[in-house]
């Protein structure tokens, strides 16, 4: 546990010595303002319309803005991943500080553990920063704040998962923009699997569309807590994990 | 300290470590010594437990690599070829994070430091950016990185590649002057750095071992006699080179005067002399009570090339690692 954080400590203080991390939360911080703010834009017009018109619809800030607010996230998400996880091992195998970390006397589970946990962190943090919309949307209304809870919840599991699966294409290449660019294409390649299941009612579409990291956010969205999703995000980060530890220890037979 | 046998590594197509063995002392510095692409680097990663041997045992400390890792890595201070640094680093701060790594703790961490970095004199950049630092400063931030956790066992794997001369010989007399509180293997392509820095020589070619040998008797058996490079010149005008050659070959003690090349009224002779004979003195008598110039006398060095051939004693195969040691260095 201790050499976990050790590594933990160093990933983290590398993202927040470089410009990589601030970039990052910046970015993120500026688009989802722009979703807060065109979401919460749209749904006062709606609200303004109604009443005009005299027509009394049921408004819910929950359902109107938390959810598409959350599911967008998810979507953004998968475009910051990549260069949160491209230089984990990349940048360790091109320097040769591989060689330091793998000759110490500590288990390559817990190098790939505190790597993860800090990339998670970061990604955590990210999220974080748009706690600070959601204070007005508390401030002037009056959301249910466990549907939320539990969609930061979901986005952060979604998060972990892709985070592995990034961590695991770091380990096969030397280049970072290689690790990105492929983690880039395996993110978006896992989004849009979803919209097989739109069209196509087959079997085979359907486990396509079960496949999508898209689809199991939905549920967190809502602010139903589903096993089924947890046991899907789960798994992936296993998998991830478990592929970025066998990879690793090829590294060493080939190398 | 140190025992390997039958040590084999194999890739795909090739075989980089061929049933290698030898025994290292504790306290000793022992020097590895072969062109590039003999397999020095691939032997030191295995016994750093980088990676796993094809097959054979070697043992560090006691403990097998490949049943005990952790015991031998706690055990060894390692500096590969490129020092293993994160740029983004400060230099207190990467031996802090080495030396946490290595599994010290706060009060003693913090004395560690201070000696390493003591030690490998690299206290004035301590507070400076990894990436900001001179290469000689990389190396020695990369020896006070591998001797943090007072390792038995320090493996260097050619320390003073791309230094400048100054450089090399600061970097070599650190390496000495860690000899007695562990045990040293270092890597090198360079005959010369064996000879000052190491007291027994693993001369490994081909991933073979051919040789294990305390320096001494490599030189002597590599040499067999002493030779020296001689320069002499006239006052006026040129000189009759067979009147000086034989004006050599009186002197007490030397074997063989080979003339080499003349320039002008410039004389350049090989002289071989007797094992344990001191010539040079005599020599350089000679040659100014005879009233000639005595231009240069030096001792003709003798290369890792040359070194191999009368080891292997295969002149047909010498041209090549000639010529690869030369692309090396």
């Not at chain 1, 160093?10 to 993120?28: D, I």
């Not at chain 1, 919840?153 to 280049?175: D, E, V, Y």
């Not at chain 1, 390649?189 to 990291?213: D, H, I, R």
């Not at chain 2, 003798?302 to 004693?313: D, H, K, N, R």
């Amino acid at each position: 546990m201790r050499n976990v954080l050790i590594i933990w400590r160093k990933e983290l203080r590398s993202y927040f010595v470089s410009p990589v991390a601030y970039l990052l939360l910046a970015m993120f911080a500026v688009i989802f303002g722009f979703f807060f703010w065109n979401i919460l834009g749209y749904f006062v017009f709606t609200s303004m319309e109604s009443q005009m018109r005299g027509e009394m619809f049921p408004m819910n800030v929950n359902e109107q803005v938390i959810r598409p607010l959350l599911s967008n996230v998810g979507v953004i998400g998968l475009f910051f991943i990549p260069m949160i996880t491209m230089r984990l091992f990349a940048e360790e195998k091109r320097s040769g500080t591989i060689e330091l970390l793998a000759t110490s006397p500590i288990r390559d589970g817990e190098i790939i553990l505190g790597k993860w946990l800090a990339a998670l962190t970061l990604y955590a943090g990210l999220l974080l920063l748009t706690a600070l919309n959601f204070v007005f949307l508390f401030k002037y209304g009056s959301p249910d704040w466990k549907p939320l809870a539990i969609g930061y919840l979901g986005l952060l599991l979604q998060a972990g998962a892709l985070l592995a699966i990034g961590m695991f294409i770091s380990t096969l290449t030397k280049n970072q923009i290689i690790a990105g660019a492929t983690t880039f294409g395996v993110c978006l390649l896992l989004w849009v699997l979803e919209w097989v299941g739109g069209y196509e009612t087959a079997t085979w579409a359907s486990v396509l569309s079960y496949m999508s990291v898209v689809t199991h956010i939905g549920s967190f969205s809502k602010g139903l807590l589903d096993s089924k999703d947890v046991v899907y995000y789960v798994t992936l980060i296993f998998l991830g994990i478990f592929f970025t530890a066998r990879s690793l220890e090829s590294l060493r037979w080939r190398s | 300290m140190i025992t390997v046998k039958e040590l084999t590594k194999r890739y795909a197509r090739n075989t980089a470590v061929d049933h290698i063995s030898f025994e290292i002392q504790k306290g000793q510095i022992v020097g590895f010594l072969g062109p590039n692409g003999a397999g020095k680097t691939t032997t030191m990663r295995m016994l750093t437990c980088f990676m796993p041997p094809t097959s054979g045992t070697a043992t560090v400390a006691g403990f097998d690599v490949l049943e005990e890792p952790m015991e031998v890595k706690k055990r060894i201070g390692y500096l590969p070829e490129t020092p293993p640094l994160y740029p983004e680093m400060r230099t207190g701060e990467y031996l802090e994070f080495v030396g946490r790594l290595k599994g010290l703790r706060k009060p003693e961490l913090e004395k560690r430091v201070d000696y390493v970095c003591e030690r490998c004199a690299v206290a004035d950049v301590r507070d400076k950016l990894i990436s900001k630092l001179s290469k000689g400063y990389r190396q020695r931030v990369g020896l006070a990185q591998a001797i943090i956790h007072n390792p038995d066992v320090l493996i260097l794997d050619e320390p003073t590649a791309g230094l400048d001369p100054k450089q090399i010989n600061e970097t070599r007399d650190l390496i000495k002057s860690l000899a007695g509180d562990h045990t040293i293997i270092l890597s090198t392509h360079i005959l010369p750095e064996v000879e000052q820095t190491c007291e027994q020589v693993i001369i490994i070619n081909k991933g073979k071992v051919i040789a294990t040998d305390s320096v001494n008797n490599l030189q002597s058996r590599a040499r067999g006699a002493e030779s020296v490079l001689i320069e002499v010149a006239g006052r006026n005008g040129s000189l009759d080179s067979a009147a000086i050659q034989s004006r050599l070959e009186k002197v007490s003690g030397v074997n063989k005067v080979v003339f080499k090349e003349k320039k002008e009224s410039r004389n350049v002779f090989e002289i071989e002399s007797g094992k344990g004979r001191l010539v040079r003195g005599d020599l350089a008598r000679a040659i100014v009570e005879a009233g000639w110039d005595l231009n240069e006398l030096r001792p003709s060095a003798m290369s890792l090339e040359e070194v191999f051939l009368q080891l292997t004693g295969q002149p047909e195969a010498a041209p090549k690692e000639a010529a690869a040691a030369k692309g090396a260095s």
